[in-house]
């Protein structure tokens, strides 16, 4: 088993039915396993994304935590991710984040496709880059909006 499946195991199994946020000490954490600390930073931003259900929290000063959050539903993960997107997004984000809402059942299939269309660079031809992206981000945010409830 790779470091990376132990510390998401470890992580997850700090989770229970509840308990929706964990804390935890990177350092602590990351002297337990032997290894640095920006192994556990990978983990927690690679596993632990807003479209897989999960916020992050930082704090710092006195130790710090970090703090992971599970959403306790499909809406609360789409609502996550909604406000993770900002105010630009490039396709092949936007697609990769559509890719994982449907990989992990919080959208169906068709909606996805949807999605990928409305989202696509060939909707957008003779405007800047700039402009593409803060449109894709506008539009994604209300496909996602919609969906919420359903």
């Known amino acids: 088993m790779k470091l990376s499946d132990i510390i998401a195991d470890m992580i997850l199994d700090m989770f229970d039915d509840e308990t929706p946020t964990v804390q935890i000490q990177r350092n602590d954490l990351a002297a337990r396993l032997g290894c640095v600390p920006s192994q556990i930073n990978y983990v927690i931003t690679s596993r632990f994304t807003p479209e897989q259900g999960y916020r992050i929290e930082s704090r710092r000063g006195g130790g710090g935590c970090i703090l992971i959050t599970r959403a306790s539903s499909k809406d609360n993960a789409i609502v996550s991710l909604i406000n993770s997107v900002g105010s630009s997004i490039d396709e092949k984000s936007a697609k990769a984040?559509?890719?994982?809402?449907?990989?992990?059942?919080?959208?169906?299939?068709?909606?996805?496709?949807?999605?990928?269309?409305?989202?696509?660079?060939?909707?957008?031809?003779?405007?800047?880059s700039e402009m593409k992206n803060s449109i894709r981000a506008n539009l994604l945010k209300q496909m996602l909006i919609a969906y919420i409830g359903k």
């Open 97 to 128: 984040h559509i890719h994982n809402l449907s990989y992990h059942g919080l959208i169906s299939e068709q909606i996805s496709k949807v999605m990928m269309s409305v989202i696509s660079d060939n909707n957008f031809r003779g405007l800047s």
